[in-house]
Antibody
């Protein structure tokens, strides 16, 4: 069974940093591209970042470019999101999502981790 | 960026009703469209990919159609577990991958 479990969400002050993790199991993690998608309270879904299997290709949404860094450790079946210079508008539930290659959709999602940016 | 617009924003329906949700893309995306279902407090779940292909395990009462700029998600006979919010997502031109604003299916 495919499982994605996020962790690391917390309350942080504006300008602060946070590192999210996503532990993958039930599939060959190294063979899948991965993503982070977020959802602000009461709002819709926003794609945040993408990383290829080897980490050689990375994309970011304009809203987080220069502040967030996606990475992965295939030996530990883990995906990460380093979030710096956090803003109020970064408050959201952050989901890691497996990339459905060939169709460019997201076929499995974790349960999400809540990041709250507030003073 | 490609903008995705869903209509209606919400719909009230009864168990057994047929429900149709529309998603429009700001430019031609061929058949590169997915639909997701999200229940309160839960992660989104992939229902349909490539506009009309049913994801494994998804009941056959869900169907998708369309191409180009206009797409529909239909639920043939609404069940109690189908009350949720539904999102479309384009997969034609990225980054960024973009979603519609969501359609909430509520109990009448």
């Amino acid at each position: 069974e495919v499982q994605l479990v996020e962790s690391g969400g917390d309350l942080v002050q504006p300008g602060g940093s946070l590192r999210l993790s996503c532990a993958a199991s039930g599939f060959s993690f190294r063979n899948y591209n991965m993503n982070w998608v977020r959802q602000a309270p009461g709002k819709g879904l926003e794609w945040v970042s993408y990383i290829s299997t080897s980490g050689s290709t990375i994309y970011y949404a304009d809203s987080v470019k220069g502040r967030f860094t996606i990475s992965r450790d295939n030996a530990k079946n883990s995906l990460f999101l380093q979030m710096n210079s956090l803003r109020d508008e970064d408050t959201a539930v952050y989901y890691c999502a497996r990339h459905y290659s060939g169709y460019d959709t997201f076929d499995y999602w974790g349960q999400g981790t809540l990041v709250t940016v507030s003073s | 960026d490609i903008q995705m617009t869903q209509s209606p924003s919400s719909v009230s329906a009864s168990v057994g009703d047929r429900v149709t949700i529309t998603c429009r893309a700001s430019q031609d995306i061929s058949s590169w469209l997915a639909w997701y279902q999200q229940k309160p407090g839960k992660a989104p779940k992939l229902l349909i990919y490539a506009a009309s292909s049913l994801q494994s395990g998804v009941p056959s009462r869900f169907s998708g159609s369309g191409s180009g700029t206009e797409f529909t998600l239909s639920i043939s006979s609404l069940q109690p577990e189908d009350f949720a919010t539904y999102y479309c997502q384009q997969a034609n031109s990225f980054p960024p991958w973009t979603f519609g604003q969501g359609t909430k299916v509520e109990i009448k």
